[in-house]
Nanobody, 123 residues
Framework: QVQLVESGGGLVQAGGSLRLSCASSGLPFSSYVMGWFRQAPGKEREFVSGISWSGGSTFYAASVTGRFTISRDNAKNTVSLQMNSLKSEDTAVYYC????????????????WGQGTQVTVSS
């Protein structure tokens, strides 16, 4: 059974930092592209960042470029998202996801999803 479990969310002031982690089990982790998405209240789930199978390539949504950094540890089956200079508009539930297509921002390209972790940025 595939499981993706996010952690690290919480309440932070604007300008602060948080580090999200996602632990994977039940799938060949290094065979999957990993991504982070987020969903704010009343909005659709949107792509945040993706990382290639080996971790050698990454890409980001324009709204987080320069502030967020994605990384993965294939030995530990984990993917992380370091979020700096947080803004109130970053408030959302953050989801990690596993997919097979590189450089896709489409939700449909990701087959497995975690349950999400809440990030709230106070202004």
């Amino acid at each position: 059974q595939v499981q993706l479990v996010e952690s690290g969310g919480g309440l932070v002031q604007a300008g602060g930092s948080l580090r999200l982690s996602c632990a994977s089990s039940g799938l060949p982790f290094s065979s999957y592209v990993m991504g982070w998405f987020r969903q704010a209240p009343g909005k659709e789930r949107e792509f945040v960042s993706g990382i290639s199978w080996s971790g050698g390539s990454t890409f980001y949504a324009a709204s987080v470029t320069g502030r967020f950094t994605i990384s993965r540890d294939n030995a530990k089956n984990t993917v992380s998202l370091q979020m700096n200079s947080l803004k109130s508009e970053d408030t959302a539930v953050y989801y990690c996801a596993a997919g097979s297509k590189w450089h896709s921002m489409a939700r449909d390209e990701y087959a497995y999803w975690g349950q999400g972790t809440q990030v709230t940025v106070s202004s």
